[in-house]
């Protein structure tokens, strides 16, 4: 391979996560991509091109696999399904996100394409649709590469692209300067850990929503929570025992809250902001959507 095994797996684990959602499934796409490479002989491998192009080409079917089996899967997860959140890669803990490799470099590069919000996004589209997108959209590759990927003519994978990306435009908002969302979720944080409604609800969009994420294994809300005034009394309401601990963090390279007891965090929360009001509240409990965010 003429390229570095490193960058590739790297490129690999961020095309994978935009497309799944999911880091882990990500790690899994890019394993089984470079089992399916060294499973070559050798004079199959000397015969391939493009050696980067083959690996894409692997994950992205093999993205589009899981993505169609993942919507049986979803019918039987119970509760919502919200995608992994993930650390600024500062807060990475050692050996987790880097296949155990303990190099930085297999980490997600975070942009506005993992965004919660995006994510959510992608998430409802067809699994065609979302390879598509993200492969041409995000990647930059040309409709020829993608139709070959994908299995349908470029025409076909032009309209799915232009299909999902009519999705993307209808749910975005006025993108809110990084420090003004930074202050929003202080002044959330503030007013919860205060259970002060008042505060709370002048934070929220009349027509906010917080959807919870606990995947049957630790308790979750059952239904997404509408309604500034709703979630307000939510989280006020809410009994947090005197070891827990609410911090700013990073979410998917933009500000978020992670809870914390006794060193472990319990609950990540996303948030989509505009016009300085919060819109969508996303808080994954999951415990194996957490790795990320485990240290030691």
Same mark, same amino acid.
């Given at each position: 391979?003429?390229?570095?095994?490193?960058?590739?797996?790297?490129?690999?684990? %961020?095309?994978?996560?935009?497309?799944l959602?999911?880091?882990?499934?990500?790690?899994?796409?890019?394993?089984?991509?470079?089992?399916?490479?060294? +499973?070559?002989?050798?004079?199959?491998?000397?015969? #391939?091109?493009?050696?980067g192009?083959?690996l894409? @080409?692997?994950? !992205?079917?093999?993205?589009?696999?899981?993505?169609?089996?993942?919507?049986?899967?979803?019918?039987?997860?119970?509760?919502? $399904?919200?995608?992994?959140?993930?650390?600024t890669?500062?807060?990475?803990?050692?050996? +987790?996100?880097?296949?155990?490799?303990?190099?930085?470099?297999?980490?997600?590069?975070?942009?506005?394409?993992?965004?919660?919000?995006?994510?959510?996004?992608?998430? *409802?589209?067809?699994? *065609?649709?979302?390879?598509? &997108?993200?492969?041409?959209?995000?990647?930059?590759?040309?409709?020829?590469? #993608?139709?070959?990927i994908?299995?349908?003519?470029?025409?076909?994978?032009?309209?799915?692209?232009?299909?999902?990306?009519?999705? /993307?435009?209808?749910?975005?908002?006025?993108?809110?300067?990084?420090?003004?969302?930074?202050? /929003? #979720?202080?002044? &959330? @944080?503030?007013? $919860?850990?205060? @259970?002060?409604?008042? =505060?709370?609800? !002048?934070?929220?969009?009349?027509?906010?929503?917080?959807?919870?994420?606990?995947?049957?294994?630790?308790?979750?809300?059952?239904?997404?929570?509408?309604?500034?005034?709703?979630?307000?009394?939510? &989280?006020?309401?809410?009994?947090?025992?005197?070891?827990? =601990?609410?911090?700013?963090?990073? /979410? %998917?390279?933009?500000p978020?809250?992670?809870?914390?007891?006794?060193?472990?965090?319990?609950? /990540?929360?996303?948030?989509?902001?505009? %016009?300085?009001?919060?819109?969508?509240?996303?808080?994954?409990? %999951?415990?194996? @959507?957490l790795?990320?965010?485990?240290?030691?």
């Amino acid at each position: 391979m003429t390229t570095s095994p490193t960058a590739e797996r790297r490129r690999l684990i %961020n095309l994978a996560y935009r497309m799944l959602g999911s880091f882990a499934e990500a790690e899994d796409v890019a394993q089984e991509t470079y089992a399916r490479w060294y +499973a070559l002989s050798p004079r199959q491998r000397e015969a #391939v091109a493009s050696p980067g192009g083959w690996l894409t @080409k692997v994950a !992205g079917r093999i993205c589009l696999d899981v993505l169609r089996s993942a919507r049986a899967r979803r019918e039987r997860y119970v509760g919502a $399904w919200i995608p992994e959140p993930l650390p600024t890669p500062a807060e990475w803990p050692a050996g +987790a996100g880097d296949g155990g490799t303990g190099d930085p470099a297999d980490r997600v590069t975070l942009d506005e394409s993992v965004g919660m919000a995006f994510l959510v996004v992608l998430d *409802a589209m067809t699994p *065609a649709e979302r390879v598509a &997108f993200v492969l041409h959209d995000v990647f930059r590759y040309s409709f020829a590469e #993608v139709a070959d990927i994908v299995g349908r003519t470029p025409a076909a994978c032009r309209q799915l692209a232009s299909s999902a990306r009519r999705r /993307v435009d209808a749910s975005r908002a006025p993108v809110a300067p990084t420090a003004q969302r930074a202050r /929003v #979720v202080r002044e &959330f @944080k503030e007013a $919860w850990e205060a @259970k002060d409604i008042n =505060v709370l609800l !002048g934070l929220l969009d009349a027509d906010a929503t917080a959807v919870g994420d606990g995947g049957g294994l630790v308790s979750a809300l059952p239904h997404p929570i509408e309604g500034a005034e709703q979630i307000a009394r939510f &989280f006020a309401g809410r009994i947090a025992p005197d070891r827990l =601990v609410l911090r700013a963090c990073t /979410v %998917n390279g933009q500000p978020g809250l992670a809870a914390h007891m006794d060193g472990a965090v319990l609950a /990540v929360y996303a948030f989509d902001i505009a %016009n300085g009001r919060i819109r969508r509240i996303w808080a994954v409990l %999951n415990p194996e @959507k957490l790795r990320s965010w485990r240290r030691g």
